[in-house]
């Protein structure tokens, strides 16, 4: 059964730093582009990121300005994203998803980890 | 970017009902690449239509897709109580991908 569990959500300063994992079981994560999405409070979806199944392209947001990293483990079947220099408007649930057919649609999505920028 | 416009903003009807949402783009979405997705409150999104009609699986048949270019739509035909949800569109045509601002389904 595809899952897809994502984990290293928290309470953080602005100015802080987090990394994201997402752990894929059941399906063939080296075969599968793979993206970051986040839901603020209240509000609606927001692609962020987005890397190809070898991890060799990606894709972000203009709105991040390199603030954060995206990157797998294929060996591991684990997705990251590495979130730098934090705000209290990166407040959200950030969800990982599978992509199909590339930068596709997004068939299967993890349950989300909350993170909360705050001092 | 493109952006998606949804509307309307809450649809309310009762069971058994037909409703029928709105995705517009701002400017005509590639290869009709558009998805819908539905959230159910505390839960994260759900893939329902991809290719602007074709159905995720395990879908069922209540839900349709339709449109192409800049105006796309999403049926739901015969109203249950379950299908309370937000409802977003999502383009995928043209990087970056872009969403809709969702609209809230209320069943009476």
């Known amino acids: 059964q595809m899952q897809l569990v994502e984990s290293g959500g928290g309470l953080v300063n602005p100015g802080g730093s987090l990394r994201l994992s997402c752990a894929a079981s059941?399906?063939?994560?080296?075969?599968?582009?793979m993206t970051w999405i986040r839901q603020a409070p209240g509000k609606g979806l927001e692609w962020l990121s987005c890397?190809?199944?070898?991890?060799?392209?990606?894709y972000y947001a203009d709105s991040l300005k390199g603030r954060f990293t995206i990157s797998r483990d294929n060996a591991k079947n684990s997705l990251f994203l590495q979130m730098n220099n934090l705000r209290v408007d990166d407040t959200a649930i950030y969800y990982c998803?599978?992509?199909?057919?590339?930068?596709?649609?997004?068939?299967?999505w993890g349950q989300g980890t909350l993170v909360t920028v705050s001092s | 970017e493109i952006v998606l416009t949804q509307s309307p903003g809450t649809l309310s009807l009762s069971p058994g009902e037909r409703a029928t949402l709105s995705c517009r783009a701002s400017q005509s979405v590639t290869s009709s690449s558009l998805a819908w997705y539905q959230q159910k409150p505390g839960q994260a999104p759900r893939l329902l239509i991809y290719?602007?009609?074709s159905r995720a699986t395990g879908i069922p048949d209540r839900f349709s897709g339709s449109g192409s270019g800049t105006d796309f739509t999403l049926s739901i035909s015969r109203l249950e109580p379950e299908d309370l949800a937000l409802y977003y569109c999502q383009q995928y045509g043209t990087t970056p991908p872009t969403f809709g601002g969702g609209t809230k389904m209320e069943i009476k």
């Open positions: 290719s602007a009609s």
């Open positions: 890397i190809s199944s070898s991890g060799v392209t990606v």
């Open positions: 059941g399906f063939i994560f080296s075969d599968y582009y």
């Open positions: 998803a599978r992509a199909v057919a590339g930068t596709g649609w997004f068939d299967a």
